[in-house]
């Protein structure tokens, strides 16, 4: 990144994704406001209930004073006043804590670099979702992690190192093992330098290469028009999500796969749809080119009302016949936990069963797949929705166990 672009104040888009994940109410999103100012729940519901429902997205940019050796979001030290040195700028992902929103979770991992496992001090650790998040990352292959102890204003310095000694025999033997676990008070903006200065040594900017074909990964779709607008001062629908490789162009003429559904004849049919690039944003900001790195919206030509309320979340935007296939049927070699996680109670996978519902998601799509053959090493699913993926790309599995989706393993898909 050109340094001397963000003093000029150029628009920068983000270099690296950064999730924050872990169990409802530890403080991922009040962490989320402290790092970016931004408060990332904004769906009503979301603020009536005090929980994430959907993803949430925040930039934020890292500064450096050299003189007092802190790591600060602001281009003046608060300490010595001086002018800071700028490090780079990153985009947030706020992911839900909730058991019952454990598919949106998955989603937002998809378009991960990096993650933050927020652990509430004045809670046992580990709760039920922080080890279902920890194995959702184990799983999708997000490695570079680091661990927040939040909340410690709530506790005495004994119950802190009694938690904290918790969380390191939590991850032992994980994929996390040796991540930096940061004690803080997200509410009081206490150590909040130290988790940007552990973000900057453990989540680097992953080298891209913007030669490739783009693929983007639909996380949200909306309408930004108000009730009532004309035709003629109509905004075409916004898609918003993150770029896995490649770039993305204003004017670019691009596909969704798998697009739209359609029922002709009693027969149901996904279709691709076609539209054109008229402008792209980053943090708000306009921009005439993304790539890799942070969230991004999408402006398009298309008629709002088929991409309001995030009907095409979990379509894949890029070039014409560039994309990948799409599936309504999946062949799985499946990969199944020892244990289920997420619950309090130490119960046993089950084998997958004939006709058994399951709910797979693969990048940023989610769909419920109905098991139609069981061998071996082998097992079949029908798609509801169908998903548009790489053989390469892994795919999670989740059952229901009670009344709640619970993630049992994961699946390779195999060729027909």
């Known amino acids: 990144m050109d340094k001397s672009k963000a003093k000029a104040g150029k628009v920068m888009q983000p270099e690296v994704n950064i999730g924050l994940v872990g169990h409802v109410d530890h403080g991922k999103t009040s962490l989320t406001e402290k790092l970016s100012g931004i408060w990332a729940d904004t769906h009503s519901e979301e603020i009536k209930r005090g929980i994430t429902i959907r993803l949430g997205y925040a930039d934020s940019s890292f500064y450096y004073c050299k003189k007092c050796k802190e790591y600060t979001v602001k281009d003046k030290c608060l300490k010595c006043k001086g002018k800071t040195e700028f490090l780079r700028k990153v985009s947030f992902i706020d992911?839900?804590?909730?058991?019952?929103?454990?598919?949106?979770?998955?989603?937002?991992s998809a378009i991960m670099d990096g993650a933050i496992?927020?652990?509430?001090?004045?809670?046992?650790?580990?709760?039920?979702?922080t080890r279902e998040h920890l194995t959702a990352l184990d799983i999708i292959g997000v490695k570079n992690i680091v661990v927040v102890q939040n909340k410690i204003d709530l506790v005495t310095k004994e119950e802190a190192i009694k938690n904290y000694k918790q969380i390191k025999k939590f991850l032992k033997g994980s994929i996390a093992e040796d991540a930096p676990v940061i004690p803080i008070s997200a509410q009081h903006?206490?150590?909040?330098?130290?988790?940007?200065?552990?973000?900057?040594?453990?989540?680097?900017?992953?080298?891209?290469?913007?030669?490739?074909d783009p693929l983007m990964y639909v996380a949200r779709s909306f309408d930004i028009n108000k009730p009532g607008t004309s035709i003629e001062k109509l905004i075409g629908g916004i898609l918003g999500g993150a770029l896995k490789q490649g770039k993305l162009k204003v004017n670019d003429s691009i596909e969704i796969k798998p697009g739209l559904k359609e029922e002709k004849d009693g027969k149901v049919s996904w279709n691709s749809i076609g539209t054109k690039i008229v402008g792209l944003k980053t943090g708000g900001d306009d921009i005439d080119e993304v790539h890799p790195g942070g969230?991004?919206?999408?402006?398009?030509?298309?008629?709002?009302?088929?991409?309001k309320s995030d009907s095409l979340a979990g379509n894949v935007v890029g070039v014409k016949d560039k994309l990948p296939l799409v599936f309504d049927e999946l062949y799985l070699k499946p990969s199944l936990l020892k244990r289920i996680v997420g619950v309090k109670d130490e119960l046993l996978v089950d084998p997958i069963k004939m006709n058994e519902n399951l709910m797979l998601n693969v990048n940023s799509s989610a769909t419920i797949g109905v098991v139609n053959s069981v061998k071996k090493d082998l097992?079949?699913?029908?798609?509801?929705?169908?998903?548009?993926?790489?053989?390469?790309?892994?795919?999670?599995?989740?059952?229901i166990v009670g009344s709640r989706w619970r993630l049992i393993g994961y699946g390779s898909i195999l060729k027909k």
Request: aromatic share 2%; charged share 25%; net charge positive.
């Open 379 to 399: 097992v079949y699913v029908k798609l509801k929705i169908p998903v548009c993926c790489d053989v390469k790309d892994r795919v999670t599995i989740s059952r």
């Open 189 to 212: 903006n206490v150590n909040i330098g130290k988790v940007i200065e552990a973000i900057e040594k453990v989540i680097k900017t992953p080298k891209r290469d913007l030669k490739l």
């Open 117 to 129: 496992l927020m652990v509430a001090a004045n809670e046992e650790c580990p709760q039920p979702q």
């Open 95 to 108: 992911a839900p804590g909730h058991e019952t929103l454990m598919a949106v979770m998955l989603s937002g």
């Open 295 to 307: 969230s991004i919206g999408v402006l398009t030509e298309l008629d709002p009302s088929i991409i």
